[in-house]
């Protein structure tokens, strides 16, 4: 009889044969005990926002994985908050159902602002100081709206349900992707839509770089396209149909931008030549059983040294580069 392989050694051929391995978050911490319905992180990794299937909203800080606040609509119930928002510095939080939002100021908890939409929330994006955010709805267009007067600048058009959005720091540049197959590019002073760039599919992502001068996009099971925003030309487009991007973020200076995906994996791209150069597989809450996570948010810390992950089972991990 053959001596029987150590578990280690079952466990590490197991991964070696799956063709990516299974890397250790350097941290850890469950968010939400049943999942997430939205999640979003502010992208110099400073904050978390999540909208948990049982407990409604609240904001974690990433450096010691603590929550800070919870937050919810109605005073003693827990809402269903279907759209998540950060400023990139942190500063200015959003919550929404189908058909109302908050701002919160995260260092006092407090909220800054209440405004109903007019059509059900299906995604939301704060600018980069939190003064601009713009909205995805379900009627077939996109909102504007100036955070601190509760004002809407413009509507943007599309001819299906707007999923998915993304606006630049300065709030001066948005994109929308949408059920009608196409992302657009707007500029958010006039309201005047700049390139609209055809997909072949639901438009399930769109994310610009933090200066508004690149942009990736991507729909269910066909890859991302990489596009340059001044020029509005396409200057990759990496095809897979073995799964759909689900978030994505830019690295400091552009270079470089990470991917999640709805199979629990992350990948980082060089922008230059579209090639991957790392990947992570993340488990499941029982690594012993199958898991359909998929990453919900992704962001860089400050220093590019490490990036954090909000998956939809409710779980922030901090990884190292």
């Known amino acids: 009889m053959k001596p029987l392989l150590p578990l280690y050694t079952l466990l590490l051929s197991a991964t070696l044969l799956s063709g990516c391995m299974r890397d250790q978050a350097e941290s850890m911490q469950e968010v939400a005990i049943q999942g997430v319905y939205s999640a979003a992180l502010s992208e110099n990794g400073t904050y978390a926002i999540i909208g948990s299937i049982n407990h409604g909203g609240s904001l974690w800080q990433t450096s010691d994985m603590e929550r800070r606040y919870s937050w919810n609509l109605t005073a003693g119930s827990y809402s269903d908050i279907t759209a998540t928002a950060l400023s990139k510095n942190g500063n200015v939080a959003l919550t929404a159902d189908t058909r109302r939002t908050v701002f919160w100021d995260t260092r006092s908890g407090e909220s800054i602002g209440y405004w109903s939409t007019p059509a059900d929330v299906k995604a939301a994006a704060v600018s980069g100081n939190g003064s601009v955010a713009i909205f995805g709805l379900r009627d077939y267009s996109a909102i504007v709206v100036d955070v601190s007067t509760g004002n809407t600048l413009f509507r943007l058009s599309h001819q299906g349900m707007v999923g998915t959005v993304s606006i630049s720091d300065d709030g001066k540049i948005g994109l929308t992707g949408s059920d009608d197959r196409s992302a657009k590019l707007w500029d958010l002073s006039t309201g005047k839509m700049l390139y609209e760039w055809p997909h072949s599919n639901t438009v399930n992502l769109v994310k610009l770089s933090a200066d508004g001068t690149m942009a990736i996009t991507s729909s269910q099971h066909s890859g991302f396209y990489l596009w340059d925003v001044k020029s509005g030309k396409q200057t990759h487009f990496v095809k897979n149909r073995s799964h759909t991007i689900t978030a994505a973020v830019f690295a400091q200076g552009n270079k470089e931008v990470l991917l999640g995906t709805s199979t629990q994996e992350i990948s980082l791209w060089e ?42 089972n409710g779980i922030l991990q901090e990884w190292a580069l």
């Open 271 to 312: 922008t230059s030549s579209a090639k991957r150069l790392k990947r992570w597989r993340i488990a499941g809450k029982n690594p012993w059983q199958p898991s359909n996570t998929k990453v919900m948010a992704l962001a860089f810390s400050q220093q590019n040294a490490h990036f954090y992950s909000l998956t939809s």
